[in-house]
Nanobody, 122 residues
Framework: QVQLAESGGGLVQAGGSLRLSCDVS????????MGWFRRAPGKERNFIAA????????YYADSVKGRFTIDRDNANKMVYLQMNNLKSEDTAVYYC???????????????WGQGTQVTVSS
């Protein structure tokens, strides 16, 4: 069983930065691929970023490529999403996700956090 808890959301001006954190509990964290998704108001939840269990490979949606960075700290069971040059269209609830392999975390993660709100003012 894996439990995820996001933090770090808030209100930021366009062009600013935020760093989201995902605190993970569960013995198998280091073997799981991890990801971030977001749900904008009135829209479906969409993939944002993913990282393999080893941290060697990362994946990004085109909308955030070059602005967002995902990384992980297996020793401390943490996953992060650094968000730079934020835009108003980045406003959403951001979710941390986990799955046993990369393909699954990109499409149908097993586990989800409760989400953290990010609001970007223009």
């Amino acid at each position: 069983q894996v439990q995820l808890a996001e933090s770090g959301g808030g209100l930021v001006q366009a062009g600013g930065s935020l760093r989201l954190s995902c605190d993970v509990s569960g013995r198998t964290f280091s073997s799981y691929a991890m990801g971030w998704f977001r749900r904008a108001p009135g829209k479906e939840r969409n993939f944002i970023a993913a990282i393999t269990w080893s941290g060697e490979r990362t994946y990004y949606a085109d909308s955030v490529k070059g602005r967002f960075t995902i990384d992980r700290d297996n020793a401390n069971k943490m996953v992060y999403l650094q968000m730079n040059n934020l835009k108003s269209e980045d406003t959403a609830v951001y979710y941390c996700a986990a799955a046993p392999n990369t393909n699954m975390v990109l499409t149908t993660p097993y586990y989800w956090g409760q989400g953290t709100q990010v609001t970007v003012s223009s």
